[in-house]
């Protein structure tokens, strides 16, 4: 199985900080192809035009490494919510052909200007990598049939 570095994202104080990609870890596959994945964004907007500056080329950035935004949403109240923490504003779900792809978005030199736009215009930023599954059955350790 083909290997590929992990990289790790996570917020600290309404910064993203990256952590050193670990060596050695198989990228997960369904019949020997690459396995898209899903990056849930979830934030607030800081009191600044970052965010606008940054949205008017993060959808060419995303195309460019294979990315596709799937979902944009705005928080409404509702009486169902759950969860110990406060909702956030808004809403990015950008699906990516794969790991690699997601990893050439965050690592590209050409747009070392581009993420702390991200990064500066919001806050309270949760960012979260899923692994897009067919059914839940990986997760409920069953198997097919």
């Not at 979830?42 to 060419?60: H, K, Q, T, V, W």
């Not at 294979?66 to 919510?81: C, D, I, M, N």
Request: hydrophobic share 35%.
């Amino acid at each position: 199985m083909p290997t590929a570095p992990v990289f790790a994202r996570r917020v600290v104080g309404g910064q993203a900080r990256c952590r050193q990609p670990s060596e050695g870890i198989a990228t997960p596959t369904w019949d020997d192809r690459v396995v898209p994945l899903y990056a849930l964004n979830l934030f607030d907007l800081a009191d600044n035009e970052d965010y606008r500056a940054y949205s008017r080329r993060s959808a060419d950035a995303v195309h460019k490494h294979k990315g596709k935004v799937v979902a944009l949403g705005r928080h409404q109240e509702h009486p169902a919510e759950l969860g110990p923490d406060e909702p956030r504003q808004a809403l990015v779900l950008v699906e990516w052909a794969s790991r690699e792809a997601f990893e050439g978005f965050l690592n590209d030199p050409e747009l070392t200007d581009l993420h702390p736009l991200r990064e500066n215009g919001t806050r309270r930023y949760i960012w979260w990598t899923f692994e897009r599954l067919e059914d839940l059955r990986p997760l409920l350790g069953t198997r097919p049939g």
